[in-house]
T-cell receptor, first 112, second 118 residues
Framework: GENVEQHPSTLSVQEGDSAVIKCTYS??????FPWYKQELGKGPQLIID?????GEKKDQRIAVTLNKTAKHFSLHITETQPEDSAVYFC???????????FGSGTRLSIRP | KAGVTQTPRYLIKTRGQQVTLSCSPI?????VSWYQQTPGQGLQFLFE???????NKGNFPGRFSGRQFSNSRSEMNVSTLELGDSALYLC?????????????????FGAGSRLTVL
């Protein structure tokens, strides 16, 4: 089955700086790579995703990059703001998989 | 459109009791997955249902069970509760394996049911 590792487990950055979270997976058949954000008291919410035929995708201040050869993908947040403080999860998977394994999560804190 | 609705949001039980949690998916979504979230173990996959059939199950004891109804609503049950079952139980819905060419299982989560076992 899929083995997923996410690093770092905690990350503290100054407001306005950038943050990068990395996710490494084991299943070479994985072809869909999403990132979820969980705010306090809420369930995780999809914030950005990428398919295996694309190397990078950007949406305003967030971006995801994929290295299929090395089997890892990363979440990049630029110009961080207080509302970016949350726990972030990766969840690499193969098309319509019935069992989706999540990374262990990264708690991101933005210092004012 | 309405999101994923989980009930109850909070509940307190004692050891040995049983509990049933409910999940109403987004309209049109036919797949429902359940996850247990604890501070030490992160998001642990419990099971996934599609068209009333359990397609996959995580590494949890038989005390954890679930089902899905014809309207895609799902319930999960935990019998003989233990202190370690205290957790946030999250439900997520998606279109499922017939979601089209993208094939991606984009999950939409509910806010969760927080269970405390005393």
């Amino acid at each position: 089955g899929e083995n997923v590792e996410q690093h770092p487990s905690t990350l503290s950055v100054q407001e306005g700086d950038s943050a990068v979270i990395k996710c490494t997976y084991s299943d070479s058949a994985s072809n869909y790579f999403p990132w979820y954000k969980q705010e306090l008291g809420k369930g995780p919410q999809l914030i950005i995703d990428i398919r295996s035929n694309v190397g990078e995708k950007k949406d305003q201040r967030i971006a995801v990059t994929l290295n299929k050869t090395a089997k890892h993908f990363s979440l990049h947040i630029t110009e961080t703001q207080p509302e970016d403080s949350a726990v972030y999860f990766c969840a690499p998977q193969y098309s319509s998989a019935s069992k989706i394994i999540f990374g262990s999560g990264t708690r991101l804190s933005i210092r004012p | 459109k309405a999101g994923v609705t989980q009930t109850p949001r909070y509940l307190i039980k004692t050891r040995g009791q049983q509990v049933t949690l409910s999940c109403s998916p987004i309209s049109g979504h036919r797949s429902v997955s359940w996850y247990q979230q604890t501070p030490g173990q992160g998001l642990q996959f419990l099971f996934e249902y599609f068209s009333e059939t359990q397609r996959n199950k995580g590494n949890f004891p038989g005390r954890f069970s679930g089902r899905q109804f014809s309207n895609s609503r799902s319930e999960m049950n935990v019998s003989t509760l233990e202190l370690g079952d205290s957790a946030l139980y999250l439900c997520a819905s998606s279109l499922g394996p017939t979601s089209g060419s993208s094939g991606a299982n984009v999950l939409t989560f509910g806010a969760g049911s927080r269970l405390t076992v005393l």
